[in-house]
């Protein structure tokens, strides 16, 4: 968002009035509106009931003081402002800073690994744990290779359609071509049947498993009677 926030700072009418990146931020700064401190809504504590969080009178949910969303950005004949790029999706905020490489690094990742649905300005807390995973995943793509490190995710594909499961099995490829460690805990044949090695646990769940069933190239657990794993990745992999 810090490439975002500049291109802002840039706009002739912000230059016009000395405003700064940081006057783009909802995070500090006096740009965000007073009334909610820029989150966009109130939080009110209910006694015996969940807390409810209201749509801010002040700024209708927009973050930003009035004048500070009179600041528009003008790009490729479209036209947002700070608002309006929060609430778009990531794959339209790719066409919205189409040409513009910066932005588009930072973007194009979170297109990988399937997330492209999501909002600029959504959340962390109401992401799902998966989704918070491939953000994570998404900002070390993002960042200058090391080939020296290992990433550790827990059911990545919980929730993803087949095709974004598929995208996140060649980002993952893409990590481990490039000499790092994907250590993934799941239960997805697609993703089990391309792993380089299996450690199987069972052969129960609860207090019947924990134990290791078969360990192996996905040939050698498919090929194990024990294995429940085995007996499902058998069928996949002839």
Same mark, same amino acid.
Do not use: W
């Given at each position: ?17 000395? =405003? ?53 950005? !003008? ?10 790029? &929060?609430?778009? #999706? ?11 490489? !910066?932005?588009? =690094? ?9 997330? !492209? ?31 020296? #490190?290992?990433?550790? &995710? ?26 790092? #460690? ?36 996905? !040939? ?7 294995? =429940? ?7 996949? &992999?002839?």
């Amino acid at each position: 968002f810090n490439a975002i926030r500049k291109l802002f700072a840039q706009a002739p009418l912000a230059r016009e009035r000395g =405003y700064t990146a940081g006057t783009f931020s909802f995070n500090s700064g006096d740009g965000r509106c007073p009334g909610c401190g820029g989150t966009g809504f109130e939080h009110v504590e209910m006694q015996f009931l969940s807390d409810v969080y209201l749509r801010c009178p002040d700024c209708n949910g927009q973050r930003f003081r009035p004048e500070v969303l009179e600041v528009r950005l !003008e790009h490729l004949g479209q036209s947002a402002n700070i608002a309006a790029v &929060l609430e778009m #999706t990531v794959s339209e905020a790719l066409n919205f800073f189409k040409g513009l490489k !910066e932005v588009q =690094y930072s973007l194009q990742p979170l297109v990988d690994v399937g997330l !492209e649905y999501v909002a600029l300005g959504q959340p962390v807390p109401t992401l799902s744990g998966g989704e918070a995973q491939r953000v994570k995943l998404a900002t070390e793509l993002s960042k200058r290779p090391t080939g020296r #490190t290992i990433y550790i &995710l827990d059911e990545p594909t919980t929730g993803l359609h087949t095709a974004d499961v598929h995208k996140l099995i060649d980002v993952l490829q893409k990590l481990v071509d490039a000499g790092n #460690t994907v250590v993934v805990i799941e239960h997805n044949l697609d993703v089990i049947k391309v792993a380089d090695h299996i450690i199987d646990l069972g052969p129960e769940g609860g207090d019947n498993g924990g134990k290791i069933v078969v360990c192996g190239t996905p !040939e050698k657990v498919a090929a194990c009677k024990k294995s =429940y794993t085995g007996m499902y990745l058998k069928k996949i &992999l002839k």
